[in-house]
């Protein structure tokens, strides 16, 4: 219990958004990905995932690791099948962004909340762990969080931020708890505490996230790592079940995101920032990875802006 406390005090949580969503007509995302965790709350109606369509009903909680491909389909009744491209393109004839806390009683209705958890400010936790979409039941503590963040990003007050700051860090801890009390991906977990506490690793992590714009061939992290050119990729591959280069790859397009969604910067530039000199292979690896055009990418601020 020692190793997952060390871990849970290495994670830096930063909450993006918190959303009401209105169902206006059900939808199956084959493609869904977002490189942000998603919490979907389910207040009405029903919401079904993966390839065998695995239904959380009323009160019940999907959760979608960040960097996690899976197929999701908002509503109940008889969906329209949409690639994520073409639900990006036409979203807003299928769902509507609540404007008050409360959820209209006539239509199928979710809470969505997208938040970051990274170890050491550099690893996406729960990407790291290669664990699927799964859905949590009966979780009173989980679904009263929920229900608090949702409501204070519907207010303005005093101390808004501070609290849901709080609420955020306060449910990714609940999460880390109830897949432990369940016993949920114990392989993983003991994967990943194993790694967190290789000093060397950690140093390789930090200058990735440093140096995602320069060389980061397997002889530069070699030579952070003090180990042979020839044995990083299989140190690193052994400790974290990847290689090196996937993952440098993961962290630049996650970044990509970051300053697509966040800056005015040409997609030209954002390729060259991240470490692609060239920008149509930055494009075609972009769609690729995330399903949809850098350039729409750029017009979505999270997992759903309606």
């Known amino acids: 219990m020692e190793d997952y406390n060390k871990i849970i005090e290495s994670l830096g949580v930063r909450y993006i958004s ?39 009903k009323e009160n019940e909680i999907l959760f979608v690791p960040g960097g996690k491909m899976v197929s999701l389909t908002y509503g ?12 990006l393109n036409n979203k807003e004839k299928f769902l509507h962004n609540n ?32 664990i699927p979409a799964f859905s949590i039941k009966n979780n009173h503590v989980l679904i009263s969080l929920i229900k608090q963040i949702i409501q204070e990003t519907y207010i303005s007050s005093p101390g808004q931020n501070r609290v849901i700051k709080l609420e955020t860090e306060h449910l990714v801890i609940e999460l880390i708890r109830h897949v432990l009390d369940k016993g949920l991906f ?34 530069s992290l070699a030579g952070v790592a003090n180990v042979s050119e020839d044995y ?6 052994m400790l974290t079940g990847i290689n090196p280069q996937d993952y440098i790859e993961y962290q630049r397009m996650e970044a990509a995101v970051a300053l697509l969604r966040t800056t005015k910067k040409s997609i030209r530039d954002i390729g060259k920032e991240v470490g692609y000199n060239d920008t149509a292979y930055f494009c075609r690896r972009f769609k690729m990875m995330f399903g949809i055009p850098a350039g729409k990418m750029r017009r979505r601020e999270t997992l759903i802006n309606v």
């Open 186 to 219: 114990v392989e993983q977990l003991a994967t990943n505490v194993t790694y967190f506490k290789d000093p060397r690793l950690i140093d390789i992590f930090s200058y990735i996230k440093d140096n995602l714009g320069s060389d980061l061939s397997n002889k």
């Open 99 to 130: 404007e008050d806390f409360s959820p209209r009683p006539e239509v199928d209705n979710v809470t969505l909340i997208n938040f970051e958890a990274k170890v050491f400010e550099t690893v996406n936790f729960f990407a790291s762990l290669d």
């Open 76 to 87: 109940s009744g008889n969906p329209i099948n949409l690639s994520n491209d073409d639900f």
């Open 232 to 237: 990083v990729g299989q140190y690193f591959k």
């Open 18 to 56: 918190a959303k009401n969503i209105n169902i206006l007509q059900p939808l199956t995302i084959e493609n869904y990905y977002d490189v942000e965790n998603v919490f979907i709350f389910v207040h009405k109606g029903e919401v079904k995932f993966g390839k065998d369509k695995e239904v959380v």
